[in-house]
């Protein structure tokens, strides 16, 4: 699955099914139900293994509503960050994680004196489980984000994540609290290997208009693996500049982005191999039914990726093309150079009714994959 033009299902097939029960301004019950069949393949993925279990609940929500802001139970994906080809904390190329919590979803300003200056803001609160883990077997996720807008044209995200937890883990109220106010280093506060709470993430990202269009614009994010005097360090970096056009009755978008998920690498001589997205505690790092939470293309890497989106009529055109560089670390591919190009078309037969394709075409030093995918879409 190609982490900029992913498919509607994974694998060689599948289908997906949403249907919204209910839908008030007080209460929304939307009901997914989807399968794929996902195979292993090859010697350095981009699929990997294949997931835990082939059907899923994707898109399930039950959300009350209160004065701007919903609690709400879902299994859902997230994008947090401002990057198009993925985001380093928390990306919706994995499989959606099953979780209850509290968010404002649409950015509005606040009427209390003391918050106006944040200007329009979203907030997003979850307790989750994560699947595909043995070692330990059901850890949790908990994820915490907050955007504001200060100015006109600057948008500021801080998120933070926590693996905690797991079977044979201590799950306490206690391991909690240390977990939540970062007390939960080896060696600091008296926190040894056995009662260590988990694994955590934290950084911020940064978007900033340029002129009067919304969509040129400079961003960039960075996420910490490490903690440091209080705040996270051993960072993951992404930047990126996007720009928008209208040429021929065609509505153009295009970006170039670059990104290093080698910690520290963007900004020390030389970087922290081995680190990213992995934690001694939960043996299969980072991940969601054996995805990677971050960023897709996983840790250890260095990737250039430019790309486009063009929407002519009813006709809307993606493609992007991907080029960087494996560490012998690497989670996703073998060592050395990486290159990818993807590519997607969307027809709209009607508002509510899509057909489509997209291929991908990917190689390391150890083989050379690629796919074909046609779908077709409809909402009833």
């Given at each position: 699955?190609?982490?900029?033009?992913?498919?509607?299902?994974r694998?060689?097939?599948?289908?997906?099914?949403?249907?919204?029960?209910?839908?008030?301004?007080?209460?929304?019950?939307?009901?997914?139900?989807?399968?794929?069949?996902?195979?292993?393949?090859?010697?350095?993925?981009?699929?990997?293994?294949?997931?835990?279990?082939?059907?899923?609940?994707?898109?399930?929500?039950?959300?009350?509503?209160?004065?701007?802001?919903?609690?709400?139970?879902?299994?859902?994906?997230?994008?947090?960050?401002?990057g198009?080809?993925?985001s380093?904390?928390l990306?919706?190329?994995?499989?959606?994680?099953?979780a209850?919590?509290?968010?404002?979803?649409?950015?509005?300003?606040?009427?209390?004196?003391?918050?106006?200056w944040?200007?329009?803001?979203?907030?997003?609160?979850?307790?989750g489980?994560?699947?595909g883990?043995?070692?330990?077997?059901r850890?949790?996720?908990?994820?915490?984000?907050?955007?504001?807008?200060?100015?006109?044209?600057?948008?500021?995200?801080l998120?933070?994540?926590?693996?905690?937890?797991?079977?044979?883990?201590?799950?306490?109220?206690?391991?909690?609290?240390?977990?939540?106010?970062?007390?939960?280093n080896?060696?600091?506060?008296?926190?040894?290997?056995?009662?260590?709470?988990?694994?955590?993430?934290?950084?911020?990202?940064?978007?900033?208009?340029?002129?009067?269009?919304?969509d040129?614009?400079?961003?960039?994010?960075?996420?910490?693996?490490?903690?440091?005097?209080?705040?996270?360090?051993g960072?993951?970096?992404?930047?990126?500049?996007?720009?928008?056009?209208?040429?021929?009755?065609?509505?153009?978008?295009?970006?170039?982005?670059?990104?290093d998920?080698?910690?520290?690498?963007?900004?020390?001589?030389?970087?922290?191999?081995?680190?990213?997205?992995?934690?001694?505690?939960?043996?299969?790092?980072?991940?969601?039914?054996?995805?990677?939470?971050g960023?897709?293309?996983?840790?250890?890497?260095?990737?250039?990726?430019?790309?486009?989106?063009?929407?002519?009529a009813?006709?809307?055109?993606?493609?992007?093309?991907?080029?960087?560089?494996?560490?012998?670390?690497?989670?996703?591919?073998?060592?050395?150079r990486?290159?990818?190009?993807?590519?997607?078309?969307?027809?709209?037969?009607?508002?509510?009714?899509?057909?489509g394709?997209?291929?991908?075409?990917?190689?390391?030093?150890?083989?050379?994959?690629?796919?074909?995918?046609?779908?077709?879409?409809?909402?009833?």
């Amino acid at each position: 699955m190609p982490w900029l033009l992913s498919p509607l299902v994974r694998g060689t097939g599948g289908m997906q099914v949403l249907w919204t029960a209910r839908d008030q301004p007080d209460f929304m019950l939307r009901l997914g139900v989807g399968w794929a069949n996902v195979q292993a393949t090859g010697i350095a993925p981009p699929f990997q293994e294949p997931p835990s279990h082939r059907w899923t609940l994707d898109g399930t929500e039950l959300a009350w509503r209160v004065d701007g802001g919903e609690f709400y139970a879902s299994m859902q994906r997230r994008n947090w960050g401002p990057g198009w080809s993925g985001s380093l904390i928390l990306d919706g190329a994995a499989q959606a994680v099953p979780a209850v919590g509290w968010r404002r979803p649409v950015p509005r300003e606040s009427t209390h004196p003391w918050l106006s200056w944040m200007g329009p803001w979203s907030a997003d609160v979850f307790f989750g489980r994560l699947f595909g883990h043995a070692e330990p077997e059901r850890p949790d996720l908990i994820g915490m984000r907050l955007q504001i807008q200060p100015f006109a044209p600057l948008q500021i995200g801080l998120s933070r994540t926590m693996q905690w937890g797991g079977q044979g883990r201590d799950e306490s109220l206690t391991s909690l609290m240390r977990s939540l106010v970062g007390v939960d280093n080896i060696g600091s506060n008296g926190v040894n290997t056995t009662d260590e709470p988990g694994n955590q993430l934290a950084g911020l990202d940064l978007r900033l208009q340029l002129g009067d269009d919304p969509d040129n614009a400079i961003y960039g994010q960075a996420i910490g693996e490490d903690k440091a005097g209080g705040l996270p360090s051993g960072y993951m970096v992404q930047l990126g500049v996007q720009t928008h056009a209208a040429l021929l009755g065609v509505q153009w978008i295009g970006f170039v982005e670059w990104t290093d998920t080698i910690v520290g690498d963007a900004y020390k001589s030389s970087g922290s191999p081995g680190v990213a997205y992995t934690h001694h505690i939960y043996k299969q790092g980072y991940t969601n039914d054996r995805m990677p939470l971050g960023y897709p293309a996983g840790g250890d890497v260095r990737l250039t990726s430019v790309g486009m989106v063009a929407r002519i009529a009813a006709v809307q055109l993606k493609a992007v093309a991907a080029r960087g560089e494996a560490l012998p670390t690497a989670q996703r591919f073998a060592p050395g150079r990486i290159s990818g190009f993807n590519a997607s078309a969307q027809i709209d037969i009607e508002p509510r009714h899509q057909i489509g394709a997209g291929l991908w075409w990917w190689q390391d030093s150890a083989e050379r994959q690629r796919a074909l995918q046609l779908w077709w879409s409809l909402w009833l």
